[in-house]
């Protein structure tokens, strides 16, 4: 009698629930596709993502370079010009005293 209800459950199970874990095996099977896909996808997405920081970073520093280089140039220049302003005030004070005499 025991073998009989424990067939007729163990028949039971396998008539109602592997059908439904089958189901549920290809089911997860898809999932994991489906995610393998979006992985990729997104993998992809974030490549091009940092790709394009790079480049970003690149004229960045080369933006700065140009703009130190002209600041120097501007230094430069705004150097001499303050030279030459000294000069000229030095050669007033000297000719000065001659200028008031004449």
């Given amino acids: 009698m025991a073998a009989n209800i424990y067939q007729a459950v163990k028949q039971a199970m396998q008539d109602l629930i592997a059908p439904q874990l089958e189901s549920l095996k290809g089911d997860i099977g ?3 596709a489906d995610l393998g896909a979006v992985r990729a996808e ?5 490549g091009a993502v940092r790709a394009e920081i790079g480049a970003l970073r690149s004229e960045m520093r080369a933006g ?3 703009l130190g280089a002209e600041i120097r140039r ?5 150097t001499w010009a303050l030279d ?12 000065g005293p ?4 004449s």
């Fill in 64 to 66: 700065q370079l140009a």
């Fill in 42 to 46: 997104t993998g992809a997405e974030f």
């Fill in 84 to 95: 030459l302003r000294e000069r000229i005030v030095a050669i007033e004070a000297r000719l």
């Fill in 98 to 101: 001659a200028v008031a005499r």
């Fill in 30 to 32: 898809a999932l994991r």
């Fill in 74 to 78: 501007i230094d430069d220049k705004l």
